[in-house]
């Protein structure tokens, strides 16, 4: 099996989530191990096959995926290899062709509002991945907790949602890149197209929440005039 990565988030110190597009069913996968996750060294500029646009081998993976996250698949990170990296035209034509302009149409009707965001209830859903074509140019913002947020709408609604794109952060993977993030939203604002790659954190409750809950998040943020974009 073959992706095209275009998910790349951080997750605690030192290890990242990693998901792409498969490059003969265009579904979302997102490589995982059974007991472990993936570290920081899986990722192109420490050495390893992983990065935005990268098209990367994975072995036979083998899918373990249920409601939502039914994109899951465990592969061997030892057999994990870089093919090549998309040029930027054909990568951002590949997102644009997936990418949805509800966020309904991608996670389904489960995804519920919730505080500034939404989320999917444990066991239901249809999807934990997917792009989205805002209906407006969405904003960037550190907020007052030192946390990277977007304010995106799909016209239908308008949510506030964290930001876990491994590139916007410091290699302690807690402080934000806020010159970075500043920069990334001014050519936002200067008409630069986006798509977002959404998706739905690993279940977790959240204080003074009754239960466990899916949280509608952004892993990514693509631009048109340089999707492929990578840290040095």
Request: glycine content about 8%; proline content about 6%; overall charge positive.
């Amino acid at each position: 099996m073959k992706i095209v990565v275009n998910h790349l988030t951080r997750m605690r110190p030192g290890y990242i989530c990693v998901a792409g597009i498969d490059t003969s069913t265009r579904e979302h996968v997102r490589p995982v191990l059974r007991a472990a996750q993936l570290r920081r060294d899986l990722v192109v500029r420490h050495g390893g096959p992983f990065d935005i646009g990268s098209v990367v081998y994975i072995g036979d993976a083998q899918c373990i995926g249920r409601p939502p996250e039914v994109e899951d698949h465990v592969f061997d990170p030892e057999r994990a290899a870089q093919a090549y990296v998309m040029n930027p035209d054909p990568f951002w034509n590949l997102l644009r062709r997936l990418a949805h302009k509800k966020l309904t149409a991608i996670f389904g009707d489960d995804l519920t509002p919730r505080a500034s965001g939404c989320t999917v209830d444990v066991g239901k859903g249809r999807a934990s991945l997917g792009c989205l074509l805002p209906a407006a140019p969405p904003t960037i913002y550190i907020d007052g907790y030192n946390k990277v947020r977007i304010a995106v709408t799909d016209g239908a609604s308008t949510v506030d949602l964290s930001v876990t794109d491994l590139r916007l952060f410091e290699d302690d993977q807690k402080t934000p890149r806020a010159k970075l993030a500043a920069k990334i939203n001014q050519r936002i604002r200067d008409g630069v197209r986006v798509i977002a790659s959404v998706g739905l954190a690993r279940a977790w409750q959240k204080p003074g929440d009754t239960e466990a809950r899916h949280w509608l998040q952004v892993n990514n943020i693509h631009l048109e005039d340089d999707p492929v974009w990578r840290l040095g």
